[in-house]
């Protein structure tokens, strides 16, 4: 199984500063034929159910705001938030689905400082 | 509009059954593998299981194999997670989750999400 490793655990930032989230796979997930990396990266607030934020590691979902972007090749990804906002409050999650068991990091606390 | 909606959860004895079912609208349903994947009060997220879209492939996570069975009736745009044996570390909010890309026999990233149904398994 993939294992997938986030950090850290928890984070604390200003209101406009950046946010960096990394996430680290046990084994690459750049699938060589379409040179695309099978990561995902979801924001989760609290009492809400996971939202999607990034795909293919820096594919930006609809509607998500600029400011979230995503980098990283093979095993080793980046979620930044350039400027954080007061509803940037959240748990951000990595989601590898390179191969089944399809796993998740274990989640950053992001929250304001 | 893409809605999720699941429901069926409650609370049930070890040992004990449950299915859970996840009513979708605003897509063509038959088109998109779905998938299941819990959170434990106060955890982060687990993937459980998935389904393609014509039912031809599935898979589980190792700590349901043999546990939980994933379905689908594309007639009825509804997915369902058959629960047996159910341990007091199957106590989740169980979501359902839509495949963001159509036709693919595997799960890739999961672009809507429903509200989540909450199993607790305890005597």
């Known amino acids: 199984d993939i294992v997938m490793t986030q950090s850290p655990d928890s984070l604390a930032v200003s209101l406009g500063e950046r946010a960096t989230i990394n996430c680290k796979s046990s084994q690459s997930i750049l699938y060589s034929s379409n040179n695309k990396n099978y990561l995902a990266w979801y924001q989760q607030r609290p009492g809400q159910p996971p939202r999607l934020l990034i795909y293919?590691?820096?594919t930006r979902e609809s509607g998500v705001p600029d400011r979230f972007s995503g980098s990283g090749s093979g095993t080793d990804f980046t979620l930044t938030i350039s400027s954080l906002q007061a509803e940037d409050v959240a748990v951000y999650y990595c989601?590898?689905?390179?191969?089944?068991?399809?796993?998740f990091g274990q989640g950053t606390k992001l929250e304001i400082k | 509009e893409v809605q999720l909606v699941e429901s069926g959860g409650g609370l049930v004895q070890p040992g004990g059954s449950l299915r859970l079912s996840c009513a979708a609208s605003?897509?063509?349903?038959?088109?998109?593998?779905m998938s299941w994947v819990r959170q434990a009060p106060g955890r982060g997220l687990e993937w459980v299981s998935a389904?393609?879209?014509?039912?031809?492939?599935?898979d589980y996570a190792d700590s349901v194999k043999g546990r939980f069975t994933i379905s689908r009736d594309n007639s009825k745009n509804t997915l369902y997670l058959q629960m047996n044996s159910l341990r007091a570390e199957d106590t989740a909010v169980y979501y359902c989750?839509?495949?963001?890309?159509?036709?693919?026999?595997?799960?890739?990233?999961?672009?809507?999400w429903g509200q989540g149904t909450l199993v607790t398994v305890s005597s």
């Open positions: 293919w590691a820096s």
């Open positions: 989601h590898q689905y390179y191969s089944p068991p399809y796993t």
């Open positions: 389904m393609s879209g014509s039912s031809s492939r599935t």
């Open positions: 605003g897509f063509t349903f038959s088109s998109y593998a």
């Open positions: 989750a839509k495949d963001g890309l159509s036709g693919r026999d595997l799960a890739y990233y999961l672009d809507y």
